[in-house]
């Protein structure tokens, strides 16, 4: 004979009688039970894998940490609607013209108190120069406010990439930030602490595991990449940008090097052709260019003359190839 439908269903978790599980087999039918209990959730085996670090860490986890790596940062990116980015890479180095001015008046005093000591010497010199080149921060700062007065709406966002830390980087997301827009960082885990810049978007800042994740993520919304002068790390981005374009395993993108003067003697373009090791349509891949409005101005007539669009629908830039 079938029971009459209960009024009310069970609840969903709570129960009038306790499961047997639910309590640990007591000292009073094994004195050793509670103890053996205890040391078994102790135990690492037992920690959920989600929840064990030291587990994830394992060598032969990487497949998963390389997956968390790639998905965190496009599952909040999408959530975001942020869908096209200018890419900005530039010396962790070159401060803003104050603080390099300041720099320059401590090298001096410190020469001053032993004029002939040619470390001293040497440190005076290299300061005027990055001071020189500080200018470039009030560059990318006023190019960072002109990308973010364009963010445009969820799912068609344009926003500055960079990654994440002082220097240029900190210039071009400060511009964006003072624009009120979105700004992203890109982070690397390293062996020193390294600190986010603080104008960057808080739910929009990422820190990797893997410089291969973090290059991916770099690129696959890209629109442009804009590159300050630098040093390892910006070489590093901008030869491998170039590689990609040149080889089209990426859809071509405009690539600007701002600071001719710089460029041309850290990237002897010109050379390569002379030797042989690329050709000489390789040398149009990117331009040269000195202030924010001659930066998006050139980023606008290459989309024109590409006959493709700086915002809107697209095809991926990464290729699935």
Known sequence: MMEDCPETPPPSAERDVDLPWCAPKPATEDRR?????????????YRA??????????????????????????TLLQAHGIAHSVVVFGATRIPEPARAAAEVAARAAALAQSPGDPALQDALAIARRVADKSRYYDVAR??????????????????????????????????????????????????HEQYPNPYLTPDLCFRFHYFALRKLHFL??????????????????LFETLTLIQTRKILPVPVVLVGESF?????????????????PEDRDLFWYAEEAEEIWDGLQRWYQSAGRELTGAAPEVLADR
């Open 49 to 74: 894998g989600d929840d064990d670090v030291d587990f994830l860490d394992r060598d032969d986890m990487r497949g998963v940490r390389l997956m968390l790596d790639y998905q965190k940062a496009e």
């Open 220 to 237: 696959k919304r890209a629109r442009a990449l804009v590159v300050f002068p630098g040093g390892y790390g910006t070489l590093d981005e």
């Open 263 to 279: 460029w041309r003697r850290a990237f002897d373009v010109d050379f390569l052709v002379e030797e042989g090791v690329i050709d």
């Open 142 to 191: 006023a190019f960072g406010r002109i990308v973010g007065s364009q963010e445009g709406e969820p799912g068609n966002r344009l926003v500055v990439v960079t990654g994440g830390g002082p220097g240029m980087m900190e210039a071009a997301n400060r511009g964006s930030h003072e624009a009120g827009a979105r700004s992203v960082g890109l982070n690397i885990t390293l062996p």
């Open 33 to 45: 039970a509670p103890d053996l209990v205890r040391r078994i959730m102790a135990s690492p085996s």
